[in-house]
């Protein structure tokens, strides 16, 4: 298929996952893309592969998507063990012109018999485990299909055994139609559905597209997120219209991520906060893996100033910079900021930056009528085209969640009288006499090199706990705790656990209210007890 029958209109106005890797390769079929991970729907593809095979791939998948029944406007839940061919299935269903619906993995079995309710019998494409984990729920009465990325089962479609399937056509949405969905976090209860659009999702790529267009002498980008999640596909959006190398890494163990960056020695890393933090480690290794490293991005959360000053410091590139970006799958990208090493080393946590250029326009509203401080923060609302299309079938809460066209973040905070928009808190973690639970955890973490995480969250009296974890789950110091918390007397005593038992969202959130609740019942118990 030539990408030339897209309608020009609709090709500079929306974003068309489906013919991206073609449109990419026509520009430069040889552009590489490196694995750290073999594919599971493509077990004999390469881990070295040229955007050429990459646009090939998605074509195979489509043509056998096409041929299990699958036709333009259909609703295709991709539900599997997390590498890139979640981005490379998203796309080959967005090929085949359905709506590609992105699930984690890290989903359980009564929220996706929900979330497949909502979707109203669609397509499952799964893997063996994952449906394993399902063998309760009534797949037959919740979905259309189910389509199994390996091997087959009874009643199932094999995508394996549709191999060589007749070309097809590829199929585009309405540029206001949905194209895409994902879902959040669910850090504050059931994930909802963000339903995405073709021209929501190419108004999103405007303001990094900006920033790409400042940036000299463009090499790798090394992209360790959810590969699920819109921001990947944002993510791959940019450098397959920018011919740009791409490094995607699946497996975030430090000494695994080492080797590979020291070898192929990325320009630009993306990724996740807690990844990020989990490789501050790295920062001393003599394999140097971030010497090459130019440019550090992430989003999803917020992130530690000490993370961020190690890896600049870590750096050999000259004026080496991170890039923070506060956002969420509702709104895409809102807010950025640019740190350098002299910045870092005196940067305020809470500081998210300002609002980005070709991206939305950002306020602060007063919650009881004062002027929004520090002291009394305020709702933080953005405004802009790209915006969430709807939340598929709660539509109510989508709804609740716009005032006049803006957009209610979920935070509070304020802006500085220079514009810079400070960002305190969710709205559901506040807690009474704290200014900020997260700059308390910035403060005592930059205090605590031994700490590698630490959450501040409502104890049964609403008083403030810290739940620290440190490196290797090593018992922490009192007096080293009791001096670093000295001017901070509303903290209750911290509670230590292991780092693997903190409750994480698929994009490695740490689930506070979840968190809290589980303190709240052990304290509880131990309180009959005795």
């Known amino acids: 298929m030539n990408s030339s029958v897209i309608p020009r209109r609709m090709h500079k106005r929306g974003l068309y996952l489906g013919v991206l890797p073609e449109m990419a390769a026509a520009r430069d079929s040889s552009t590489p893309l490196t694995l750290d991970h073999d594919l599971d729907v493509l077990p004999k593809a390469e881990r070295r592969l040229t955007v050429g095979e990459l646009a090939g791939h998605v074509d195979d998948l489509a043509r056998r998507l ?67 984990g399902l063998a309760g729920v009534p797949l037959a009465d919740l979905t259309r299909q189910v389509i199994t990325v390996t091997g087959s089962r009874p009643g199932t479609v094999s995508l394996a055994d549709l191999a060589g399937s007749p070309p097809i056509q590829p199929a585009f949405q309405g540029l206001d139609e949905p194209a895409m969905i994902t879902h959040t976090s669910g850090t504050t209860g059931a994930p909802k559905l963000v339903v995405h659009t073709p021209r929501t999702m190419r108004l999103r790529l405007r303001p990094q597209l900006v920033l790409l267009g400042m940036l000299w002498n463009r090499g790798s980008v090394a992209i360790h997120c959810p590969f699920g999640h819109s921001r990947t596909f944002a993510a791959m959006s940019l450098c397959l219209l920018k011919s740009m190398p791409v490094l995607a890494v699946n497996n975030s163990d430090p000494d695994h991520a080492a080797q590979f960056f020291a070898r192929y020695q990325p320009w630009l890393i993306e990724a996740l ?210 001096n670093a918390v000295a001017d901070l007397p509303q903290l209750a005593d911290p509670i230590q656990i292991p780092l693997a038992d903190l409750p994480r969202t698929a994009t490695l959130k740490v689930q506070r209210i979840k968190l809290s609740r589980r303190l709240r019942e052990q304290m509880e118990q131990m309180e009959q007890q005795a």
């Open 66 to 132: 096409r041929a299990a029944g699958v036709r333009l406007g259909d609703r295709v839940v991709i539900y599997k063990a997390p590498n890139f061919d979640l981005w490379i299935l998203g796309s080959a269903v967005a090929r085949a012109g359905a709506v590609p619906v992105m699930l984690s993995h890290h989903l359980d079995a009564e929220t996706m018999a929900v979330l497949l309710a909502r979707l109203d019998r669609p397509y499952l494409l799964a893997d063996a485990d994952r449906l394993d």
């Open 273 to 482: 906060p807690n990844s990020f933090l989990a490789w501050e480690e790295l920062t001393s290794d003599p394999r140097q893996p971030f010497a090459s490293v130019k440019y550090f991005s992430s989003t999803f959360d917020a992130i530690h100033p000490r993370t961020i000053s190690r890896l600049l410091e870590s750096s050999r590139r000259r004026m080496p910079m991170f890039y923070q970006i506060y956002g969420q799958s509702e709104v895409g990208p809102a807010i950025g900021r640019p740190y350098f090493r002299r910045s870092a080393r005196r940067m305020d946590g809470r500081c998210v930056g300002y609002p980005m250029l070709g991206g939305p326009r950002v306020r602060v509203v007063s919650q009881d009528g004062a002027r929004p401080s520090k002291a009394t923060p305020g709702y933080i609302e953005v405004r802009w085209k790209a915006l969430l299309h709807t939340y598929l079938g709660e539509e109510g809460k989508h709804a609740a969640g716009l005032r006049d066209g803006w957009w209610r973040m979920g935070d509070v905070g304020y802006r500085t009288r220079f514009g810079c928009l400070h960002m305190l808190d969710r709205e559901v973690d506040v807690i009474p006499g704290v200014d900020s639970t997260l700059e308390i955890e910035d403060l005592v973490m930059d205090r605590l090199p031994e700490l590698n995480e630490m959450v501040v969250v409502p104890g049964p009296r609403s008083e403030p706990v810290p739940v620290i974890c440190t490196t290797q789950d090593q018992p922490l110091d009192p007096d080293r705790w009791r």
